[in-house]
């Protein structure tokens, strides 16, 4: 089989060129151009919005079709197939990555990156392997599968504003996911899933999944929110600014962690928070290290007793206060009296102010004094470091099981009673509770560089299930394909 593009039809657009998973397009004379690493993988033709790519049947010498996936890539000698884990040596396609015995986990026996996968699924598994482990004898299966139902889960250290929850997040223009909840210190961003991997930018989607599971730099766009340049385990960066502090708490939390130290020094604090602004004079916690209502009233709305809702935004503790002053909504000069000090800082103390009240009522700045910076500075030391990290989320538990037994329920059923341990290239994972195969796991502690994409489209992650081998056989697993664990052992 071979592809061309049409020149009556093709406008030149150049996506079939971004989208191609081998870079087997090139754009010349504003017409696309197929190359001859191309392997009729089909996702210029899913793109192309102009019907301008056709098929044509053709012999080519020392093409070599893969069966690894519905794809069914036609890889000539020399070239990978569109995954880019088959190579064609000139005799037959070999995986291009050798087996990965050791993950962060003691079990499995061996990981699944590089594994290769068995397509059809009912085949046996491309590794299951046996040793003896404190007198038991344990089985590992292993595979390589290509995941529809799947997607990551990116937690972004940040208290700058990233856009509403369930605003659209897009990557070139294309929806890619949604933000989710906020969690404490947190956002967080949904990528991926069987609906969007399915869709009309299932590619870019599948794309997106893997770049970020093995920790590429993705740049991605919030729909009427920010723009985010995220990599797991790197600060992440939220409008061109990167973002280096995770914040302690809430400001009630940090007044409540920090009051003793504050009421030292200062008459009332104002921690700036995008979720709880605390208020320390008027706070329990201010209370009990004998501060009385100061008189200074945030600019907030009040939920209870020193607790106010600020507004998203882009200013200061992910608040839309951008000025300090701007904190402080005003004084009852009834209650209070005139040279008190405020000082008005964020959850992260990466910005402080300090403040004055004359008599006349006005609130004015002053420099910050050393024993009010060393509180400041004792909250952002005991801040953790901005980070972006991310859980792969995944469901195996369809069609890939027949590979490791002939009665799929039953494998199940172990995994959930804790009979099987399923890990993820050599992770420990989080099986989610109720019926099916669906888990997590910290794509931190999987393999370096373990997932990869098939233009069907799907992830692919490197799956293992591991019990004994007296568990194996009751759940009807492939014995006659055992091996011991030291025939694919390499490097150790």
Not at 119 to 127: F, Q
Not at 230 to 238: A, C, E, L, T
Not at 285 to 290: I, L, S
Not at 366 to 389: G, H, K, Y
Request: aromatic content about 4%; hydrophobic content about 35%.
């Amino acid at each position: 089989m071979l592809v061309r593009v049409d020149p009556e039809l093709c406008k030149g657009c150049g996506r079939c060129a971004k989208e191609c998973p081998l870079e087997a397009i090139s754009i010349v004379d504003k017409k696309a151009v197929i190359t001859e690493k191309c392997v009729v993988c089909g996702v210029c033709s899913k793109v192309c919005k102009y019907n301008a790519v056709l098929r044509e049947e053709s012999s080519v010498p020392g093409v070599i079709k893969c069966t690894s996936c519905p794809v069914q890539c036609e890889v000539k000698p020399g070239f990978t197939g569109a995954c880019k884990r088959y190579v064609n040596t000139g005799e037959k396609l070999e995986r291009n990555r050798s087996l990965v015995t050791k993950g962060s986990s003691p079990y499995p026996l061996i990981t699944g990156v590089g594994a290769g996968t068995a397509y059809p699924c009912c085949r046996p598994a491309p590794h299951i392997v046996q040793d003896l482990r404190d007198g038991v004898e344990v089985v590992t299966v292993v595979t390589e599968a290509p995941l529809s139902y799947s997607g990551v889960k990116v937690k972004i250290d940040t208290n700058y504003y990233i856009g509403e929850e369930g605003a659209r997040v897009r990557r070139d223009g294309r929806v890619v996911g949604m933000v989710d909840t906020e969690e404490y210190g947190s956002k967080m961003l949904s990528i991926g899933g069987a609906n969007l991997l399915t869709g009309k930018d299932g590619i870019i989607v599948a794309r997106t999944i893997v770049d970020i599971c093995n920790g590429e730099l993705v740049k991605l766009k919030v729909e009427n929110g920010a723009t985010l340049e995220i990599q797991v385990g790197k600060h992440p960066v939220i409008n061109g600014q990167e973002d280096r502090k995770m914040r302690v708490g809430c400001g009630s939390a940090t007044i409540g962690m920090f009051a003793r130290q504050l009421a030292k020094v200062v008459d009332e604090a104002i921690i700036l928070d995008h979720h709880v602004i605390g208020l320390l004079s008027e706070h329990m916690a201010g209370e009990e290290v004998g501060l009385k209502w100061s008189g200074v009233i945030p600019n907030a709305r009040k939920s209870t007793r020193g607790r106010y809702f600020g507004e998203h935004g882009n200013g200061w503790g992910g608040t839309n206060i951008s000025d300090p002053k701007q904190a402080i909504a005003k004084v009852d000069m009834s209650v209070t009296k005139a040279g008190i000090k405020i000082l008005v800082t964020e959850t992260t103390g990466q910005k402080a102010a300090l403040f004055t009240v004359n008599e006349q009522g006005e609130v004015i700045e002053i420099p910050m004094l050393l024993e009010v910076q060393a509180v400041v500075d004792l909250i952002n030391a005991n801040c953790e470091e901005a980070r972006v990290s991310a859980l792969f989320v995944g469901g195996t538990g369809g069609s890939a099981r027949a590979g490791v037994t002939t009665y799929p329920i039953k494998l199940s059923k172990a995994v959930h009673s804790g009979d099987a341990k399923l890990t993820i290239g050599g992770a420990d994972t989080f099986v989610m509770p109720g019926g099916g195969i669906n888990f997590m796991v910290d794509v931190e502690k999987v393999v370096p560089k373990a997932f990869t994409w098939v233009p069907t489209p799907a992830t692919v992650a490197p799956v293992e299930y591991t019990m004994t081998k007296e568990k194996y056989a009751e759940i009807g697993g492939h014995l006659d394909e055992i091996v011991d664990v030291s025939t694919v052992r390499k490097g150790e």
